[in-house]
């Protein structure tokens, strides 16, 4: 039998309760919807630049088939420094922080809302921080859903990186064309106009560009899984970049980097001589990745 809530209790769990939580790199907006229960991990969500989590997230945590979900898992809705509703501008000579340092933050949050775990889902820069914390910190994290990771595609951070020198001329600009591509751009103009209108109206332009450009600037990420390893390798961020490779790991170490990259050396110079590979062999030296692009 569910227990019943108290009527405060559901208000929190619908609307959820605001935090402003001092970290390492700076204080971090974030919404508690629900309580967290025992050794239960909480949902925990990171949006793309251009939005925050009321404009990423509620129409899929409003949706009716999402209850099922949430009467069961408490949900944290991060917002990047700066992005949420209202937001003040940032002091001048404010140091934005680095893709690395927002997911440096995240471990503070849980702390300071008593959370031991997350199940992780973020989409664009959200995702890339989210992937960022779990090679991090893998014991925090339960699992992730991630969208749009890909920060490297189609040659969008080269330019985004050059227009960014005009500051925040272009900014809506850069940041649809992150969002939407061409076709879609000209496809359906309800929806590009109201992407456009929150954009340009709801964020705080000089804010929102100190996200953009940190974002800019980040290092592509390939991780490549074997059972229950995982390794990370940092690339530069190049338009020839066309998706990460993701794989859920529990445990990371430079001796797991070593082995899985022997394995996946072993497993391509066996395909190239043509020496026949057993199916039991061929799937363990096989990398499990899950591939994602944008």
């Known amino acids: 039998m569910t227990d019943l809530l108290h009527p405060s209790q559901i208000v929190c769990a619908m609307i959820g309760v605001e935090h402003d939580i001092e970290t390492p790199h700076g204080v971090l907006h974030v919404t508690l919807r629900g309580t967290p229960k025992g050794n239960r991990p909480v949902i925990l969500t990171y949006h793309d630049i251009g939005l925050n989590h009321k404009s990423c997230f509620n129409t899929l ?4 088939d999402m209850q099922e979900i949430t009467q069961h898992f408490a949900v944290a809705h991060v917002d990047a420094p700066g992005q949420q509703e209202n937001a003040a501008p940032f002091p001048t ?5 680095t893709m690395d340092q927002l997911a440096e933050m995240l471990p503070s949050v849980m702390t300071h809302l008593k959370i031991n775990s997350v199940i992780g889902i973020g989409v664009g820069a959200g995702a890339y921080v989210l992937t960022r914390l779990a090679l991090n910190q893998p014991t925090l994290v339960e699992g992730l859903v991630l969208i749009n990771v890909d920060p490297c595609a189609k040659g969008w951070m080269d330019w985004a990186a050059s227009k960014l020198s005009g500051w925040t001329s272009n900014l809506v600009d850069i940041v649809m064309a992150h969002h939407f ?5 000209t496809e359906n103009q309800e929806i590009i106009q109201t992407y ?3 954009i340009a109206q709801d964020m705080n332009q000089d804010n929102l560009a100190l996200f953009c450009n940190s974002y800019s600037r980040c290092p ?3 991780v490549v899984g ?3 390893t995982s ?5 530069g961020c190049l338009p020839t970049a066309s998706m990460t490779r993701l794989a859920r790991s529990r445990t990371h170490s430079a001796s797991s980097m070593n082995s899985v990259e022997g394995a996946r050396s072993r497993s ?3 395909s190239q001589e043509g020496a026949p590979v057993s199916p039991g062999h061929e799937n363990q030296a096989r990398p499990q990745t899950m591939e994602v692009s944008c």
Do not use: I, K, M
């Open 61 to 64: 945590f409003n949706f009716e």
């Open 93 to 97: 000579g404010y140091q934005y922080p």
């Open 181 to 185: 591509s061409t076709d879609e751009l």
């Open 196 to 198: 456009r209108l929150h």
């Open 220 to 222: 592509a990420l390939l």
């Open 226 to 228: 074997v059972g229950d």
């Open 231 to 235: 390794a990370a390798v940092e690339e």
């Open 268 to 270: 391509h110079n066996n």
